[in-house]
């Protein structure tokens, strides 16, 4: 079983939709970042989060440490939000350094 | 622009070619991590180096090598390419504080072995 485990595999919306995105985990974790790759693309860390929400314009980040769960949500989504959204751990523990364990994305297309 | 600088960014190898793939950043990070991306199988950890003058294996370093030259820049070697080696490889340093680390990414080395 994956230690990250993401939902759902893929997501289409129309645009102004409001988007979640889920991401469960199966260990310890220092931190969680959530990770933005467009076609072809890069990869952008959006939000790094250890406890509560973060936001970010129409991004809104939570995580439940205890419940070992982070959503990633978008309001009023917009086409140019069309990307794989990846969910990463950094695992606790002294030799963890910041190596990421990776879900394995969402692709995300919305819709004009 | 302050960042993380991977070249080349596309490279097709014959197989049992070698090259090396280049990585610097500019933020004074002490952490540095080669990743690579395929299809189905998401990002994996190839090696990382923690500090200036160590590195350590990650999830799959088979047929890789690295070295950290400096603070700046983290090389990854691939000594005989094979078709296996064929994804996109991403380079990557973090900052730590207090247990947190931020992380920024390369553009990307799409690499194709035929």
């Known amino acids: 079983k994956n230690e990250v485990e993401q939902s759902p595999q893929n997501l289409t919306a129309q645009e102004g939709e409001f988007i979640t995105i889920n991401c469960s985990y199966s260990v310890g974790i220092s931190a969680l970042h959530w990770l933005q790759q467009h076609p072809g693309g890069g990869i952008v860390s959006l939000f790094m989060?250890?406890?509560g929400k973060k936001k970010h314009g129409r991004l809104i980040a939570t995580i439940n440490i205890q419940e070992k769960h982070s959503s990633l949500h978008i309001t009023a989504s917009h086409p140019r939000d069309s990307a794989v959204y990846i969910c990463?751990?950094?695992?606790?523990?002294?030799?963890?350094?910041?190596?990421?364990?990776f879900g394995q994305g969402t692709i995300l297309t919305v819709h004009p | 622009n302050a960042g993380v600088t991977q070249t080349p960014k596309f490279q097709v190898l014959k197989t049992g070619q070698s090259m090396t793939l280049q990585c610097a950043q500019d933020m004074n990070h002490n952490s540095m991590y080669w990743y690579r991306q395929d299809p189905g199988m998401g990002l994996r950890l190839i090696y990382y180096s923690a500090s200036e003058g160590t590195t350590d294996k990650g999830e799959v370093p088979n047929g890789y090598n690295v070295s950290r030259l400096n603070k700046r820049e983290f090389s990854l070697r691939l000594e005989s390419a094979a078709p296996s080696q064929t994804s996109v490889y991403f380079c990557?340093?973090?900052?730590?504080?207090?247990?947190?680390?931020?992380?920024?990414f390369g553009s990307g080395t799409r690499l194709t072995v035929v």
């Open positions: 990557a340093s973090s900052e730590e504080g207090n247990r947190h680390y931020g992380y920024t």
């Open positions: 989060l250890s406890s």
């Open positions: 990463a751990l950094i695992k606790l523990g002294g030799t963890s350094y910041g190596k990421l364990t």
